[in-house]
C-alpha cells in the first residue's frame, strides 16, 4: 500500500543551524501539508502546499520556515536558524485532492534542537 | 474559528473492557468533515476514520464505532472488547469542507488510552 514516507527519523541539531526535512508523499497525490507536534502536545497546522505554491500557512510558519517540493516526488520543510522550541515531532501529510479530504501521515519526524 | 476539544486526557481500562472518547468540536462552516487519528507509541498517525457533516448515521467498523451528534456537536467513539494493543493516544480532528478549502486539519489535544492486561 502506497505511504507517505519521512528522512530522517530523527534529526539532532545545534540551535542557530539549518536542517531540511525531507518527505516523499504518496505518488498521485496532490496537496502537501506539514504539521508539527511538540512533545505531549496537540497536531498543529504549519502549511499547505499545492500546485507548487503554498495554499495556506499558520501563524507559526514565520520567515525562519520555508517548503519545496524540489524535484517531482520530493515535499521539503526547511528551517533556517533553529531554536529550541522548533524541538518537535514534524508530520508531512498528502491528499489525493479531487474531493478526497483524508490526509495520510508519515511516520514523522522528530527533532532535537540543542 | 474550528476547535476540537478532547476532554479526556488520559483514560485506563482493562482489557476487554468497552471505551468511549469523547470529542466535542466547534465550526461557523455548515459542511465540515470530522477524522479520527490514532498515535501508536512507535508515534506514526494513523487515519481511522472520516466523517461528512451531512452524514449523521453512526458507523461500525468490527469493534469500533463513531457516534456523529450534530445536535451536541459530538463525535465518540467507542472500542469494544478493548485490547492492549489498541494502547495508543486517539485524536479527534476537524476539516473545513467549503470550494477550495486546503483541507486542514484542527485537531484536539488527544486521549491517551491504556489498556492493561
Known amino acids: 500500500e502506497p505511504e507517505v514516507t519521512q528522512t530522517p527519523s530523527h534529526q539532532v541539531t545545534q540551535m542557530g543551524q539549518e536542517v531540511i526535512l525531507r518527505c516523499v508523499p504518496i505518488s498521485n497525490h496532490l496537496y502537501f501539508y506539514w504539521y508539527r507536534q511538540i512533545l505531549g502536545q496537540k497536531v498543529e497546522f504549519l502549511v499547505s502546499?499545492?500546485?507548487?505554491?503554498?495554499?495556506?500557512k499558520s501563524e507559526i510558519f514565520d520567515d525562519q520556515f520555508s517548503v519545496e517540493r524540489p524535484d517531482g516526488s520530493n515535499f521539503t520543510l526547511k528551517i533556517r536558524s533553529t531554536k529550541l522550541e522548533d524541538s518537535a515531532m514534524y508530520f508531512c501529510?498528502?491528499?489525493?485532492?479531487?474531493?478526497?479530504?483524508?490526509?495520510?501521515f508519515g511516520q514523522g519526524t522528530r527533532l532535537t534542537v540543542v | 474559528a474550528q476547535k476540537v476539544t478532547q476532554a479526556q486526557t488520559e483514560i485506563s481500562v482493562v482489557e476487554k473492557e468497552d471505551v468511549t472518547l469523547d470529542c466535542v468540536y466547534e465550526?461557523?462552516?455548515?459542511?465540515?468533515?470530522l477524522f479520527w487519528y490514532k498515535q501508536p507509541p512507535s508515534g506514526e498517525l494513523v487515519f481511522l476514520i472520516r466523517r461528512n457533516s451531512f452524514d449523521e448515521q453512526n458507523e461500525i467498523s468490527g469493534r469500533y464505532s463513531w457516534n456523529f451528534q450534530k445536535s451536541t456537536s459530538s463525535f465518540n467513539f467507542t472500542i469494544t472488547a478493548s485490547q492492549v494493543v489498541e494502547s495508543a493516544v486517539y485524536f479527534c480532528?476537524?476539516?473545513?469542507?467549503?470550494?477550495?478549502?486546503?483541507?486542514?486539519?484542527?485537531f484536539g489535544k488527544g486521549t491517551l488510552l491504556t489498556v492493561n492486561p
Open positions: 480532528a476537524l476539516s473545513e469542507a467549503r470550494g477550495g478549502s486546503n483541507y486542514k486539519l484542527t
Open positions: 502546499f499545492y500546485n507548487n505554491e503554498i495554499s495556506e
Open positions: 465550526t461557523r462552516d455548515t459542511t465540515y468533515y
Open positions: 501529510a498528502s491528499r489525493k485532492g479531487q474531493g478526497n479530504t483524508e490526509a495520510f
